[in-house]
Nanobody, 123 residues
């Protein structure tokens, strides 16, 4: 059974950095595209970016482009989200997800999800 487990969340000051990790098991990780989403209470889950398994191309949402970077290590079955220049509005629960599609921007396109990790940006 496929499982994704996020880690690395926590409290960070505005302007700071944080790196989230997402460890995958139970699937042939190199054959899955990965995505990162976030959600705050009362709002829809927001797509942050995704990396295609097919060509490695990465797509980012406008809200995080230039500040967030997605990378993956297929040998470790892990995907990362490096977050720099964090703002208070980045406070949310962050989720990683995996799909067999070569590229996916919407949450319904991802069948596998982690449990989420909380990121709080505050002074």
């Amino acid at each position: 059974q496929a499982q994704l487990v996020e880690s690395g969340g926590g409290l960070v000051q505005p302007g700071g950095s944080l790196r989230l990790s997402c460890a995958a098991s139970g699937l042939v990780f190199r054959l899955y595209s990965v995505g990162w989403f976030r959600q705050v209470p009362g709002k829809e889950r927001e797509f942050l970016g995704g990396k295609s398994y097919r060509d490695g191309r990465t797509k980012y949402a406008d809200s995080v482009r230039g500040r967030f970077t997605i990378s993956r290590d297929n040998d470790k079955n892990t995907v990362y989200l490096q977050m720099n220049s964090l703002k208070s509005e980045d406070t949310a629960t962050y989720y990683c997800a995996a799909t067999g599609r070569p590229q996916a921007d919407y949450s319904y396109e991802y069948p596998y999800w982690g449990q989420g990790t909380q990121v709080t940006v505050s002074s």
